[in-house]
């Protein structure tokens, strides 16, 4: 039995791409389920491109094209991630230096000089061999610069406390804007020329076990918004995979394990990925990895060795730079696979901060970046590290985290950080010798002393 794909709701095109499918029976003329929908789990309408072969774990956060971007090669760079916010560049109606796209029989329009900064951004990218990680962001209406796709788009119980609002999928309108956007995104850089370069990855909103904070759907158990996320993960994979036949999405986590919180509509990360590998179970599996955040415990401090909350157990409160072993062994033993292969791991915005420009606090970020490489290098679970931010930027709260200093610096703009040494080193043959001061820092005498074994305090999934 086969029926047509894209179908009509409510007297608007839907695409069944997106829909779930119930087995139901008949009694008495009523129709009764009895099974939960699922989703496809197979999907064959995307290019094959050829696969990404990885140099280095190295990689870069918030990479923007610039006239650095001649770090991709003097670094080892191997992946990149950047923010897409849709609001930026999505429109309703037509206007100057606005580009016209069809979805489902309706026109949208794209912000041209919005596109065209992504272009130049995710062609550099592909011109250094570089693998790219979009991460979707959605604005709230108070913060769009179109208020009306703001306010389609928005969660309708969205609070103000999210600097992001969860998608609304609530409405068929908003739902189809929501599609339009991705689909505008994937057909463009997933281009069998690659004319505009390419997205490999499709990191789904940001740090989504802090909802309230980041990814706002107002008052949720966790059950209540992952249900809405999953929607939402889905719509990012099935779209990507129209134009590419082996798109993966993330969820991306913040390094709060199972920190129990106190503030509302926030949850422990281990919860969510139990959460999502149930949906999976119930509704049918997808190619979904892991973008996590593993700062150290206090953000302010490069210190990581010193957290007191990130222990080895498999129940620690924190996972950073200190615990990477647990991260590792949860994705290798505990962590649902997908088609019988570990999922992806990236550890995909961190860095150690450094607390200012002088040289005692640039030699201290540098020794925390050491200490994180070399914990990074030591797991193999563990696909790439990204360092974010790549350039100290005004709008990360006081966070100074980046391999660069300020552009707008009075004394040394765009000024590499010793940490931009380690980085370009790590991995090399001048590793040893440049990693060599971060010894004294750190308090040990050889690197086997930052080495743990792991716990096991959790139970692990596949044991239930």
């Not at 894209?6 to 779930?20: C, E, F, K, M, P």
């Not at 966790?222 to 036949?245: G, P, W």
């Amino acid at each position: 039995m086969s029926v047509p794909r894209i179908a009509t709701y409510d007297g608007r095109l839907y695409d069944r791409v997106y829909s779930r499918w119930f087995l139901a029976y008949r009694s008495n003329g009523e129709l009764y389920v009895c099974s939960y929908g699922r989703y496809t789990t197979k999907t064959c309408t995307g290019h094959r491109f050829s696969p990404f072969v990885s140099r280095t774990k190295k990689g870069l956060g918030d990479f923007k094209y610039n006239h650095l971007h001649t770090d991709l090669e003097e670094l080892g760079i191997s992946y990149v991630s950047f923010n897409i916010r849709l609001n930026n560049f999505l429109r309703l109606v037509p206007g100057p230096d606005r580009m016209p796209f069809e979805y489902n029989g309706r026109t949208y329009y794209a912000d041209k000089r919005k596109i065209e900064k992504y272009d130049r951004t995710i062609r550099c990218a592909a011109e250094h061999g570089v693998n790219v990680s979009a991460i979707i962001l959605v604005y709230p209406e108070l913060w769009s610069r179109h208020r009306q796709v703001g306010r389609m788009l928005e969660h309708p119980e969205y609070e103000r406390c999210g600097a992001y609002t969860m998608p609304n999928l609530t409405d068929i309108d908003s739902t189809n804007l929501y599609a339009a956007a991705l689909d505008f995104l994937a057909a463009r850089y997933n281009r069998p020329d690659g004319r505009y370069g390419r997205i490999h990855r499709w990191i789904v909103h940001n740090e989504v076990n802090s909802g309230n904070v980041w990814t706002n759907a107002g008052n949720k158990t966790l059950v209540e918004f992952m249900d809405i996320y999953v929607k939402s993960m889905r719509m990012v994979y099935y779209t990507a995979r129209k134009y590419d036949a082996e798109a993966e999405v993330f969820i991306s986590l913040d390094h709060c394990w199972n920190e129990k919180y106190v503030e509302p509509n926030c949850y422990p990360a281990v919860e969510v990925m139990d959460t999502l590998t149930a949906y999976c179970r119930a509704e049918g599996d997808f190619k979904w990895g892991v973008a996590i955040h593993t700062y150290p415990e206090n953000l302010l401090d490069p210190k990581s060795w010193l957290d007191k909350k990130a222990t080895h157990a498999t129940d620690t409160p924190y996972i950073t730079f200190k615990n990477l072993e647990v991260l590792d062994d949860w994705i290798k033993h505990s962590a649902s696979p997908y088609e019988r292969k570990k999922r992806t791991l990236l550890l995909s915005e961190q860095n150690p901060n450094s607390m200012d420009y002088t040289d005692g606090a640039l030699e201290e970020q540098a020794a925390g970046l050491v200490y994180a490489w070399k914990k990074t290098e030591a797991c193999d679970g563990i696909d790439a590290y990204f360092a974010h931010s790549w350039i100290d930027a005004r709008f990360e709260g006081g966070l100074k985290t980046g391999l660069r200093k300020y552009p707008d610096d009075p004394d040394d703009p765009w000024g590499a950080k010793p940490s931009w040494r380690v980085f370009r080193d790590a991995g090399t043959e001048n590793e040893k010798q440049t990693f060599e001061f971060a010894k004294k820092i750190i308090g040990i005498s050889s690197w086997k002393e930052i080495g743990h074994p792991v716990e096991k305090t959790l139970k692990r999934i596949s044991d239930e």
